[in-house]
């Protein structure tokens, strides 16, 4: 880090002033700052040398070592250092300025990493400037009239720019997503892979960082502990003191159910817009063994569904998306505990093993394609057999350890739109309990129903609104053809990002029934930046234009329907495969209309999004280009 302090004397008289800067530093694990809950083991120790410039604090506790180290730099003043401050004289002549750095050097072990040297005037020729102008150069950009959208776009380039974790040995462009800060700068299996898909529009080898890292941490053996299992990709890593020394399960930790078939959707999606044959052929071990996994482990007691149970001691309660101890409940408010067969997890699963079918025609594995249809279409089946619920017109948000549905609606069936497996004539229902006022509030969707006894729209995950959560049933209403309420949710999180600082979605936000006396609020602690909530401005914009890749045959499918509010959108950079085009979209009459201004025109094709009927067993419901 690099800290500026400028002094300037606006009065018309020399001043002379001491200027303290008191400095402490604990060392506390992120895990026990979140929880206000801070333990000293080790011992700290603080160093400073007059000569030199520089404070000195180390953190020592046996082998584990963390370190940080604060220079001076650039100050026409001699620093001093007495009772946990740095002392500065300074004396200036009216209109004078008295300038200094700060510069603060972190040291992991024997690693140390330095600071930027330039001040903040200078910034423009620093790594990280440079760094932001080199993505901002390769990525999708946008034009249009509506400046409060593309703003929200802007921001969320940057802010996707600003949470890159470069991984060791690769170029500059491979890279992990950290899902946010500040409390989440790490590797994150479910969040890193959903940032993955989002960005598929925007830049489709963003995935092969996240793809690579987390196959390679993929679980090799049973580990209670950890709730690791052969097969599984992980949830999240941590490299702190609690994590050096196992007091924390995350090393890496695997308690998620959804990461794993969520992989396998990454990698066909990363395929598709790349048309990369051997991205595929190198990550083949991984895709078997998560194949594995969901049939051995993630089905716990051989049903047919997916279910979550932790077996750690310190493990989550949850192990979805929704992963606070009190997000999935019963009507009554209760809490659902033990196994839980989401019904979300059970449209992930089926839109994977689709995805791997058509893996496995590519690579020659035709037996093993027919036999993943044949399981997706006997899990479209049984899913809608038994989580839909006639009386309620809507699908179960889970089901319980004694295979009870749990009716409570909620946000989730809403991924089930976006994976497929909700059969068209039931697709409308879902779609308007969505937008009906106890769920939909104008800012977009809640992620419980207002009417619900445990509804708190200041709570975490049981009636906030998650930018992320809307974006993925944004793609969900387009798929199934409500182009015109996914367009309505992309206005809904458009509007909400304009009363943020700088358009910089959160987390997640707070919002009552939109009027001309309401505004969103965001939740007190949500990450921001955020991976995933960045991201939703590109799954949006994804959504209305009906964008479907397949890189393999040189195509790109659109299905465009822009909305009043949107009447045109110019997407440059946008690459393909081996293409690279700009395209110009604008309404007229009611109508969307698009011209590739740059690039082979005969890449583009305008294909409408159909339900193909399910036939046998063998062929299971498809959602995609006609």
């Known amino acids: 880090m690099h800290e500026d302090i400028d002094v300037t004397n606006n009065g018309m008289k020399p001043i002379k ?24 083991r080790g011992r700290i120790t603080t160093e400073w040398s007059q ?18 180290a604060i220079s001076t730099a650039q100050s026409s003043s001699t620093a001093a250092y007495a009772n946990g401050r740095l002392s500065f004289e300074i004396e200036l002549e009216p209109g004078a300025r008295w300038h200094a750095c700060l510069l603060y050097a972190l040291e992991d072990g024997a690693a140390r990493l330095s600071p930027p040297h330039d001040c903040v005037e200078d910034c423009e020729r620093s790594p990280h400037a440079e760094a932001l102008a080199e993505w901002l150069q390769r990525v999708v950009k946008i034009r249009t009239s509506n400046e409060e959208f593309y703003r929200l776009f802007r921001r969320a380039l940057e802010d996707m720019a600003a949470l890159r974790l470069p991984i060791k040995s690769t170029d500059r462009q491979a890279f992990m997503p950290a899902a946010g800060l500040p409390w989440f700068v790490a590797p994150f299996g479910r969040d890193s892979l959903i940032v993955s898909l989002q960005n598929i529009l925007i830049y ?7 793809l690579d890292f987390l196959g390679s941490l993929q679980a090799k053996e049973d580990d209670a502990y950890r709730d690791a299992e052969p097969g599984k990709i992980f949830h999240e890593l941590r490299r702190g003191e609690l994590a050096h020394f196992k007091l924390v399960p995350h090393t890496p930790y695997y308690g998620t159910a959804d990461a794993t078939p969520l992989y396998l959707i990454t990698l066909h999606a990363t395929w598709r817009a790349t048309g990369d044959k051997a991205l595929l052929e190198r990550h083949l071990d991984v895709v078997e063994g998560c194949l594995s996994w969901i049939d051995n482990f993630g089905d716990r007691d051989g049903d047919g569904f997916q279910e979550y149970q932790t077996r750690s ?22 809490l659902v505990k033990g196994p839980k067969a989401l019904c979300e997890l059970q449209g992930y699963v089926y839109d994977a093993w689709i995805r791997i079918a058509e893996v496995f025609d590519v690579l020659g594995k035709r037996t093993r394609a027919r036999k993943l249809r044949a399981k997706a279409a006997a899990l479209f089946e049984h899913f809608n057999a038994s989580f839909w619920d006639d009386e309620l017109g809507f699908y179960a948000l889970a089901l319980d350890g004694e295979k009870r549905k749990v009716l409570t609606v909620a946000s989730n069936a809403g991924h089930c739109l976006w994976s497929g497996i909700v059969p068209p004539e ?19 969707i809640r992620t419980l129903s207002a009417t619900h006894p445990a509804f708190n729209p200041y709570n975490y995950q049981t009636g906030s609104v998650w930018p992320h959560d809307n974006a993925i049933i944004a793609v969900g209403f387009k798929r199934y053809g409500f182009g015109a309420e996914a367009a309505q949710i992309a206005h809904d999180i458009s509007k909400a990002a304009s009363y943020f600082q700088m358009n910089q979605l959160p987390e997640l936000y707070t919002a009552f029934r939109r009027d001309e006396t309401t505004f969103p609020v965001q939740y007190i602690g ?54 690279k085009l700009t ?44």
């Open 17 to 40: 002033f001491q200027l303290e800067i008191a400095i402490r530093s604990d060392f506390a694990d992120v895990f026990e700052v979140k929880s206000n809950r801070i333990v000293r």
């Open 51 to 68: 000569t030199r410039q520089r404070l000195r604090t180390t953190y020592r506790n046996g082998d584990f070592v963390r370190a940080v």
């Open 204 to 210: 489709p080898h963003f995935a092969r960082g996240a």
């Open 313 to 334: 001691p310190v493990g989550y309660e949850n192990m979805s998306w929704k992963d606070s101890g009190d997000s999935i409940v019963y009507p009554d408010g209760s």
């Open 426 to 444: 039931r697709a409308k229902k879902v779609m308007e309990r969505l937008m009906a006022p106890d769920m939909w509030t104008g800012w977009g």
């Open 526 to 579: 949500a990450n921001v930046p955020q991976a995933w909530a960045a991201g939703s401005a590109f799954m949006l914009t994804q959504a209305m234009l009906g964008f479907s890749p397949d890189a393999a045959r040189n195509k790109l499918y659109v299905d465009p329907m822009l909305p009043e509010w949107l009447p045109d959108l110019t997407i440059q950079d946008l690459r393909v495969g081996r293409h």
């Open 583 to 626: 395209i110009r979209f604008w309404r007229q009459r009611g109508k969307t209309h698009f011209q590739v201004t740059d690039g082979d025109a005969r890449a583009v094709e305008r294909r409408k999004w159909k339900i193909e009927a399910l036939a046998t067993a063998a062929t299971p419901l498809r959602i995609g280009p006609s």
